[in-house]
């Protein structure tokens, strides 16, 4: 009997064995794959945001603007879906954003052309005055312009008695800004070709006047025409007349003279009236003509524009080709603060009077340099004259 039950505890062993090994190699499995995701988790730590990503998450929309569903809010989650989705390439504008875009264009291109229409028919005067100089001038095919006004009349009318033996004046378009101005002229030099703006504004008005944007309206309305332009400043000694070396450049756009690092000189610029030229002028009456109209930048346009044309030329904006004209002969006041033995080594066609602060205090100076072609009484100092025009010949350069 006992071996029997012996025999029976025996038999149910070696029956359960096979199933208590299994259940315990799968209980050996579980712990191990526990251990292991636990290490994985200890060792691994959480992937941190790529500075894309940061970029893209600072820019996501938050979730109470989820249900807006107005164009505006469309546009920007397109945005950032296309930086999320399509990390390797540029953000996609909508095409809504795109189309705004290019009607803004479209609507600036025809008010400049609109604007461009009115200048040419507000200007057409000064146009019809510019032709006949062109017919009649077989030697050179520019018209020379300058601007006065009651500050620097008495400039324009000592350069205009250091010119009267240079044959320019018949080329010549003078342009006056008020009525003292203008009445000074027609008195002092009766035959000079004169356009005249503002004409019944006294001078005490005319600070208030903005003429930097319409002395580039001018001479867009000249480009624009087919005329050539020497624009020049009659605070300036011209010991020659230096037009007909300019005959073999008409193959260049402009030729400008740039003081040395530091700003292009429009005592004296010459234009010739290309396409490129033409565009140049258009864009840069554009940019000047923007600031004029803002209220905070009205103070200082003339050196605005002059900083703005120095950087357009400095670039060859639109490719325009220009020629540098040397320092050694179109020159600025800077010639006057040279030394003796430095002044033998320049050879000077036109000296600008400037870098001098005070209208009185280049006047002095010219009178100290002999430089000043009017007698007390306003009339042409024709013994000065005469002596200076020897001093320096027609130098091609």
């Not at 200048?119 to 009649?136: G, H, M, Y």
């Not at 900083?307 to 670039?315: E, F, I, Q, T």
Request: aromatic share 8%; glycine share 4%.
């Amino acid at each position: 009997m006992m071996r029997s039950a012996r025999s029976f505890k025996m038999s149910v062993f070696q029956n359960l064995t096979p199933i208590l090994l299994v259940l315990f190699f799968i209980l050996l499995t579980v712990i191990k794959r526990t251990g292991d995701k636990e290490s994985r988790n200890e060792e691994e730590p959480l992937p941190t945001l790529t500075d894309r990503q940061k970029g893209i998450q600072q820019f996501e929309i938050p979730k109470e603007d989820k249900d807006k569903t107005n164009e505006d809010e469309i546009a920007k989650k397109q945005v950032t879906v296309n930086k999320v989705n399509k990390p390797q390439g540029p953000a996609l504008i909508s095409l809504d954003t795109l189309q705004e875009q290019k009607l803004n264009n479209y609507k600036k291109a025809i008010e400049f052309d609109d604007h461009l229409q009115d200048t040419k028919k507000r200007f057409a005067d000064i146009v019809r005055l510019a032709e006949p100089i062109l017919n009649s001038n077989k030697n050179w095919k520019i018209v020379l312009l300058t601007f006065v006004d009651e500050d620097n009349k008495v400039f324009a009318n000592s350069w205009l008695c250091n010119t009267k033996y240079l044959d320019l004046h018949s080329s010549l378009i003078i342009v006056t800004h008020g009525k003292e101005s203008k009445e000074f002229m027609d008195k002092t030099w009766p035959g000079i070709r004169r356009y005249t703006l503002e004409p019944n504004v006294p001078v005490q008005d005319l600070r208030k006047v903005q003429l930097t944007p319409t002395k580039l309206q001018i001479i867009n309305a000249l480009l624009h025409a087919g005329i050539n332009v020497l624009l020049l400043d009659v605070e300036s000694v011209w010991f020659a007349n230096p037009l007909p070396s300019f005959k073999a450049d008409e193959g260049n756009d402009m030729l400008v003279n740039f003081a040395p690092k530091s700003h292009v000189n429009t005592g004296f610029l010459v234009l010739f009236a290309t396409e490129r030229t033409t565009s140049f002028w258009a864009t840069l009456y554009g940019k000047l003509r923007s600031l004029a109209n803002d209220s905070t930048e009205r103070i200082g346009l003339e050196t605005r524009f002059e900083s703005l044309l120095h950087s357009l030329l400095s670039s060859r904006f639109g490719g325009v080709a220009i020629r540098e004209l040397p320092i050694v002969s179109y020159t600025e006041g800077m010639w006057y603060m040279l030394s003796p033995e430095e002044r033998k080594k320049t050879r000077p066609i036109v000296i600008r009077n400037n870098y001098m602060t005070g209208f009185a205090k280049r006047i002095d100076r010219a009178m100290q340099w002999k430089h000043w072609f009017t007698l007390n009484n306003g009339t042409c100092d024709e013994n000065r004259i005469k002596q200076m025009i020897q001093v320096v010949p027609i130098v091609t350069v």
